[in-house]
């Protein structure tokens, strides 16, 4: 939305202006790049795709996003018989010959443009699954040998693409963005650490991307211009072996200068480094902004820039310094859909913060779960029938201002319910308030900030410092109960936990002790948390040791964050040990014993010990209440502990149930 005179909103005036890529005229700088086929996926079921539609028509309402570039696109593979390729990303059909694809990229297409938004398809197949230039492996994480494509292969490979094109223009898609990054088999061809041919397609710059323009120039065959074309570009290879950034500038440079592309996508990562292409928490909001700007400043072409973008502020900052003309922005949207309209209203500071945990791809490709964005859990809902308005009158009473509490008393003083919530502490947010102190976790920080005060807009009666007792549950007389008391610590039955000089991570952050100088950290937890003590402690100077009775760390931490955080630890020489658990505390020792083997050993010296261990459910008052109240509830840590994220869905699922049972 512009002004009456044509002019953009202020306060970001070059996010909301207009720009011309290729074909597209779009109406302002903000591009949903891909991402929610954890949502629904749109080549899947009906009922995933009538999601994943829902979702983007959410998002691009009300003037959001002008450019949808989401439907990132498997092309089918060129196999022999009875081959299977496998790893994240593996096609045998792909998406595009699906019999279905046309109808579903038409309804999606249809449906974004009535809301005034472009969309183009991303053409993707991955590097060694099983196809490669030269007899050689990408990473030192996937040890999968590729097959040396010959000439035939690569033929067939430019026909697939060009007859994807095809059906994408059939698709009514607005363009086509060819994806040459993140271990695509086109990065492979143009990188000299994976191409090592000596035909016309290995060497020289020309010839290592000569696959890609045989593919461009067969693209542009069957489009013509009618669409736009673009390319996303790795700005530079993560691997040492790898091109740097001004080859990655080159590469873009000789690209643009076939006259075959609109525009090119910067990025950085990799699938699985440090950084990873879905960059985490512990990465600046805009970090690499100044490299796309290099980029920008090489080209004539328009360049868009994708990579933890998570708010306006940071969208206008690289936008107007001139590093990028567009911004793909996906988990800020996937945490507040109405970011954009926020941003145009001047109201910033109600936009819900993403944290940059990465549970909404975590969830659904490490544990098999639903989707769940960890700060908005409505996220994922958008085709759902919208919960009725409770009559006025109806109170709740939530005990507990942890994420769970919070979440819940938010939910449902939104859906018309008298809400009071009670906080034992003086402070709300519960073991939340715990990892924010760990180092570049200030986004949970901000989130905290956020949900306090949006309770005090929706004018849900908070009282701090209250431990209620059962009577006192009683006596409130509210409607219905909630328990959200969260958990404590848990110290393992270990000999030796007792002693003075073993600590529990919570003190550890709160800062309410000070370990010695050499730390072991005893790792009982599948997520974050010891890493984050480690972390913590490495950061102030001490000596840390992290010992793990799994075969790896953090085993529920997916491959796009684990990365980072291994990469900031190996940089302060934290010393790992893995397949051992901890079944002795000594004075200056611990001992340990191999999972397997059961082979016992001792591990020293260190002055303190510091228990990552999870923690323990607080359920006393809801087991003093259950069996005395008609209408309470229990849920967060207090039922079972786990993540931010689980508990902020639970308290969307009970603030569900209530509304269905208030509004009978």
């Keep these: 939305m512009t002004a009456l005179d044509g002019t953009p909103p202020t306060g970001y005036p070059t996010l909301f202006s207009p720009i011309t890529v290729g074909t597209m005229r779009l109406r302002n700088r903000a591009m949903l790049p891909p991402h929610a086929s954890a949502i629904g996926n749109i080549y899947g079921t009906e009922d995933e795709a009538r999601r994943n539609i829902a979702y983007f028509e959410s998002r691009c309402a009300d003037d959001g996003p002008a450019w949808v570039a989401s ?48 969309v183009t ?80 397609y290995g060497g020289s710059l020309e010839n290592r991307a000569r696959f890609a323009v045989e593919c461009m120039q067969a693209i542009r065959d069957v489009i013509g211009t009618s669409m736009t074309l673009g390319i996303r ?18 590469l873009a440079q000789y690209f643009e200068s076939t006259g075959l592309i609109d525009y090119v996508h910067g990025v950085i990562g990799s699938p699985w480094g440090n950084p990873s292409y879905i960059q985490p928490t512990y990465f600046q909001p805009g970090e690499f902004g100044p490299l796309a700007g290099r980029l920008k400043q090489a080209l004539s072409l328009p360049v868009v820039h994708t990579g933890r973008i998570t708010d306006p502020d940071v969208a206008e900052r690289i936008l107007s310094s001139g590093d990028a003309d567009i911004v793909g922005m996906a988990r800020a949207h996937i945490a507040d859909g109405d970011l954009l309209a926020k941003a145009r209203d001047g109201r910033t500071a109600e936009i ?52 769970a509490g919070m979440e819940l008393a938010a939910l449902a003083r939104e859906s018309g319910m008298d809400v009071d919530l009670w ?42 410092g209250r431990r209620a007792t059962a009577d006192d549950v009683l006596a409130d007389g509210a409607d219905t109960v909630a328990i959200a008391t969260g958990a404590g610590p848990r110290r393992p039955a270990i000999p030796g936990a007792e002693a003075p000089h073993v600590l529990d991570i919570r003190d550890v952050l709160a800062e309410r002790v000070t370990p010695g100088r050499r730390v072991v950290v005893v790792a009982q937890d599948d997520h974050v948390a010891p890493l984050s003590v480690a972390d913590f402690l490495a950061e102030r100077g001490h000596a840390v040791s992290i010992v793990y009775a799994t075969q790896q760390p953090a085993p529920l931490i997916g491959r ?103 509004t009978r």
């Design 233 to 250: 570009l790795n700005i530079r290879e993560e691997m040492p072996e790898g091109y740097d950034v001004d080859g990655g500038i080159e």
């Design 121 to 200: 398809v991303q053409m993707v197949h991955q590097g060694g699954m099983p196809h490669g230039p030269s007899p050689v492996m990408s990473a030192p994480t996937i040890n999968l040998m590729p097959h040396v494509m010959d000439q035939a292969d690569i033929d067939a490979f430019v026909k697939e693409y060009a007859e994807s094109a095809r059906l994408s223009m059939e698709g009514r898609a607005d363009g086509v963005e060819l994806h040459l990054n993140h271990d695509d088999l086109h990065e492979w061809f143009l990188s000299d650490y994976t191409n090592q041919r000596e035909d016309e």
């Design 352 to 403: 819900r913060p993403c944290v940059g945990g990465n549970e909404c791809i975590s969830r659904r490709y490490v544990e098999g779960l639903p989707f769940g964005c960890a700060v908005n859990p409505t996220t994922s809902h958008e085709v759902d029938v919208p919960w009725p308005t409770v009559p006025d009158g109806r109170r709740l009473l939530v005990v507990g201002g942890g994420p």
């Design 560 to 662: 796009y964050m684990i990365g980072a955080i291994l990469g900031r630890l190996d940089a302060k020489d934290v010393r790992f040990s893995f397949m051992e658990e901890v079944v002795g505390i000594g004075a200056s020792t611990v001992d340990v014993r191999n999972v397997y083997s059961m082979r016992t050993r001792t591990l020293g010296d260190f002055d303190s010990v510091v228990l990552a261990c999870g923690s323990i459910s607080d359920s006393t008052l809801y087991d003093g209440l259950r069996t005395r109240l008609p209408d309470v509830h229990v849920l967060g840590d207090a039922y079972a502990p786990r993540r931010l994220v689980f508990a902020t869905r639970q308290a969307y699922a009970l603030a569900e149930q209530l509304v269905a049972a208030s």
């Design 423 to 464: 906080e034992a502490d003086d402070e709300l947010g519960g073991q939340l308030r715990y990892a924010v102190q760990a180092p570049k976790h200030e986004g949970y920080a901000a989130y905290l900030r956020w949900q306090e005060r949006r309770l005090a807009e929706l004018g849900v009666r908070v009282t701090r």
């Design 71 to 118: 439907l990132s696109t498997h092309l089918r593979n060129h196999l022999i018989p009875g081959f299977e390729p496998t790893g994240v990303g593996a096609a045998t059909t792909g998406f595009f010959r699906l019999p279905y694809f046309v109808e579903r990229v038409q309804a999606f297409s249809d449906a974004l443009h009535a809301l005034d938004s472009t």
